[in-house]
């Protein structure tokens, strides 16, 4: 009786296994395997292990621990469609909430509440002619690339790391070989000093003792004379008994001086500071481990020719309580760590956001923050400019604990609009010209775009000279293309590094052009503040190759944007609350 009940709880369990026992689910019972045959490719509990092993002695047998060995049985699951968490089960469904494979052991674990679960061979429709998935062995190879380089440059550091510590320690050595000599020289020195004294201590016993000789000498002759002199009258004897009287006096004279000297001695003490420093420093220097950082991550999943396409967004606000105006994000750029610096020029204020885009710290600026531009580690440059006093300059601010310092600035006798740095050198840009400066302010050259271009704009403009024509500009990763926003006229401005011009390109969708970002593949991006577009552009600034955004997508009065290698995804700042944050593909 007890063994039917068994087995009816047993057929009606509704635990999901990821094996089930082959025997049991012949008998339709629904038991969990802990062991599998390779031979005869079954899946075996507890119980019917044992009858099989005997039945097959020579097979070999998995338990639990090789489960990731177990062979799916004839019929059952491909390897690329096996469920990574359930191998027993097959890859079926999609959850669009969380966009992730799925078996029905995954659905009933942990999608139960998503509203979005399809069947994969819905979705599937059409796979072959996805851009995505056409470019998927591209994609691969590029990474698998990049991914081997990656390798051989640890390989190289490791290699670097070893010849450092080789210098380090000749260092080292050379650093207790200069100590030795000191030490040897101060113990010299010592004993000199030690030898001096004692020659000197000995000089004065000498004389001590010569005066002690010459006055007992003394002494005794003269006492030796009066004694001779006993018989020859009284006036010898009193002469001799005056001169008596005299070296007696000299005699406790001499006595008397020396014995204000009881002993002469010599004492040592150490210098205590010797010793206490020393054992106070317990390596001979600081050993600093650093990691040097790239602007942006090298490795880029996209090649240089791909055209992104948006696959959706989402708006994060960083406006903070002390906001007292509408956020106008000016500039932005992205840490090694993958926080984010924005400038909001509206509320004077630069701010740093983690990876959430949540605001974490800030720091006030005295007059409108424009452009910020990553330098190095956790280093940024602003452009900060007040026209009321003519004041432009660009402010170095470290990240120091999750905090904004400011720690140095440079002033220019022109407006600091734009700004980025590639190699030693920093770029500014001024309306109407791109300055090169050394990192400590030390100008390298001009380029003046607009005398460039300037005939074609006074025929067409007339007296429309100047205005913004060189607003914020990108260089590529190799330094050798710089991309200018030219503001004014609507344009797109592509140069080499000696300021020739290569393109200039324009469209209906550039509506005077604000923010330039090139990645380190070489894919441009550009939003327009006009046209509330952003835009992807060829690498030659020629043509457009898509436009990824628009007003209806959230974009608005568009001023800055940059596209984050770590998450895929575009990043756009303007006149707003909030950051629009476009995931691409």
């Not at 038991?31 to 097979?59: G, I, M, S």
């Not at 450092?164 to 100590?179: F, L, N, P, Q």
């Amino acid at each position: 009786m007890a063994s039917k009940f068994e087995s009816s709880i047993q057929r009606g369990c509704d635990f999901i296994h990821d094996f089930v026992c082959s025997p049991c689910e012949e008998d339709r019972l629904n038991t969990e395997a802990q062991y599998f045959c390779n031979q005869c490719t079954k899946y075996y509990c507890v119980n019917c292990v044992p009858v099989h092993n005997k039945l097959f002695k020579r097979h070999s047998v998995l338990d639990r621990k090789d489960v990731k060995k177990w062979a799916a049985a004839p019929g059952t699951v491909d390897v690329l469609e096996r469920c990574e968490r359930h191998p027993g089960e097959a890859l079926k469904l999609i959850c669009g909430d969380h966009d992730q494979l799925c078996c029905h052991v995954c659905v009933a674990v942990d999608h139960r509440l998503c509203s979005s679960i399809q069947h994969i061979p819905d979705v599937a429709r059409d796979i072959r002619k996805d851009p995505g998935f056409r470019q998927l062995p591209q994609q691969v190879a590029v990474l698998r690339k990049q991914i081997e380089d990656m390798k051989n440059d640890r390989k190289k550091n490791s290699s670097l790391l070893r010849k450092t510590r080789t210098a380090i320690v000749d260092e080292i050595k050379a650093i207790r070989k200069m100590i030795n000599g000191i030490l040897d020289k101060m113990e010299k020195t010592t004993v000199q000093e030690l030898d001096r004294l004692v020659t000197d201590q000995e000089m004065s016993i000498k004389k001590d003792m010569e005066s002690c000789t010459q006055m007992h000498d003394e002494l005794k002759n003269i006492i030796d004379d009066i004694q001779s002199k006993d018989s020859s009258g009284e006036p010898p004897l009193y002469i001799g008994f005056k001169k008596c009287e005299e070296k007696i006096k000299q005699g406790k004279e001499i006595l008397q001086n020396m014995s204000s000297v009881v002993k002469y001695d010599l004492t040592f003490r150490k210098h205590n500071g010797i010793e206490d420093n020393l054992s106070s420093m317990k390596t001979f220097g600081v050993l600093n481990e650093s990691n040097v950082y790239c602007k942006q991550p090298l490795i880029s999943l996209f090649p240089r020719d791909h055209v992104f396409a948006t696959k959706d967004y989402k708006e994060y606000n960083v406006k903070m309580s002390s906001d007292k105006d509408t956020c106008d994000i000016e500039g932005m750029c992205e840490l090694p760590g993958g926080e984010i610096v924005i400038t909001d020029s509206n509320n004077m204020t630069v701010k740093l956001l983690d990876q959430e885009y949540r605001v974490v710290d800030h720091c006030d600026v005295p007059r409108c923050p424009l452009d910020v531009c990553h330098i190095g580690g956790n280093e940024v440059a602003v452009c900060v400019n007040n026209d009321y006093n003519d004041t432009h300059e660009l402010h170095f601010i470290n990240i120091i604990k999750g905090k904004l310092v400011t720690t140095r600035k440079l002033s220019f006798s022109h407006k600091c609009y734009g700004a980025t740095h590639h190699g030693n050198n920093l770029y500014i840009s001024s309306d109407t010209a791109l300055y090169v400066y050394t990192m400590t302010g030390k100008l390298v050259k001009t380029l003046n775009v607009f005398t460039m271009t300037g005939w074609r704009i006074k025929k067409r403009y007339k007296d429309k000279s100047g205005g913004d024509t060189v607003a914020r500009i990108a260089i590529s990763n190799d330094g050798k293309t710089i991309y200018i926003t030219n503001y004014s006229y609507n344009e797109l401005i592509t140069l080499d590094n000696l300021g020739n011009k290569l393109a200039t390109f324009t469209d209906p969708d550039l509506g005077r052009p604000t923010g330039v970002h090139v990645t380190t593949a070489g894919h441009v991006f550009v939003c327009c503040y006009d046209s509330d577009t952003v835009l992807q552009v060829d690498k030659d600034g020629k043509t457009k190759l898509a436009t990824l955004a628009r007003k209806q997508d959230g974009v608005y009065k568009p001023r800055a944007l940059f596209f984050s290698s770590r998450s895929s995804s575009l990043i756009v700042g303007g006149l707003k609350d909030t950051l629009l944050v476009l995931n691409v593909r």
